[in-house]
């Protein structure tokens, strides 16, 4: 199952919450897909990913906007 | 003098009417008549104009107007400030332009009341110039604007730069990339001119010979949101921060349209009084400083 979760114009501590709500759901092999637009947010959902069993890849496709890509091990 | 007195002459003047002013201040009439008449007499002279019609201010009347609109709004702060000091929820007012204030900087306010726990912000968004004005006048001690100012009452911390760009919505555009003759065919919709921003866009239009009003200015707003839906709506183009439009060119709902080597670049500040002494204050100007700088997204 993929989840695409748009944060666009979102700010602290929002994508952390929306992305802390599909992750409780997340069963293995399953992907996330989000994206953001305020730095802060990078950092906050670093740190929270940084629980293992995750495949985490970030793009920024455009100056500022960064595609999280987060895969359940 | 009675500050009671200031406050009914005040509600008069801004409602035009005494019963008003009494209905607002849970006074009688006669009461409020009593207190303007004591200003009056305390002042030694003539304040209102009454008449059949109402009451109107004097030449006088005007300028206690104007005095007691900042007096009355500088007892307002005091107390809110004092009120800050027993409670242990502190509140920290302040202005900021829209472009940063609305875009840039709630990011840093979340990570500031993550270190400091029960702090609130009041934030106006007012014009970069009544930033200035308010925080000159010592109405307020902290203000974010558009650009650089300061005086030896100000001191001014830059924080960064950013840039506008000229943006369309790609299905009126046959190419991103425009001569300045193809740009002026399109209507314009553009910040007011009680925008900073305004004179930026001017300058570089200048700078390139091209006068604004060459241009069909289809309008002209105070809000880059308001902007951004009619040139969403495929009505025009416009000249928008890159900040306000990050989503709609990741939808690409929005494009940038580069014309010749026009850039319009401008930077954003943090300005406050010198006096500031409120350690709260100081502590969030030296967090904008430092870790502030990083977080503006």
Known sequence: MRYDIDCLGEMCPVPVLKLKEIMGKLKKGD????????SCVLSSISDYLKHGGLKVKIDEPLNGVWEIYIEKM | MELASLRAFYQTVYYKSISIAAKE?????PAISMQIKSLEQELNTKLLER???GVKPTEAGNIVYEYAQKILELYEHMNKDLESLTNTQRNI???SCQSFGHYSLPCSLYEFKKKFKGVDFDIEYISTDNVIR?????MCDIGFIEGEYANEDIECITLGASRMYFVANPEIVNSNILTKEEISRYSLFIIDKKCYLRQIIE????????DVHSFNIYMESSSFEAIKSSVLAGEGISVVPYLSIKKELYNKSLIILEVEDMVFKYHYSLIHSKKITDPLKLNFIN???GYGKKSFC
């Not at chain 2, 300058?203 to 091209?210: G, K």
Request: net charge positive; hydrophobic share 45%.
């Open chain 2, 203 to 210: 300058d570089v239009f200048s700078s390139h010979a091209i």
């Open chain 2, 25 to 29: 201040l849970y006074l009688s009439q």
């Open chain 2, 134 to 138: 308010n925080i000159e006048k010592g």
């Open chain 1, 31 to 38: 992907s996330v897909k989000l994206v953001i637009d305020h």
């Open chain 2, 93 to 95: 007012f302040m202005l």
């Open chain 2, 51 to 53: 008449s059949n019609k």
């Open chain 2, 287 to 289: 967090f904008i400083k």
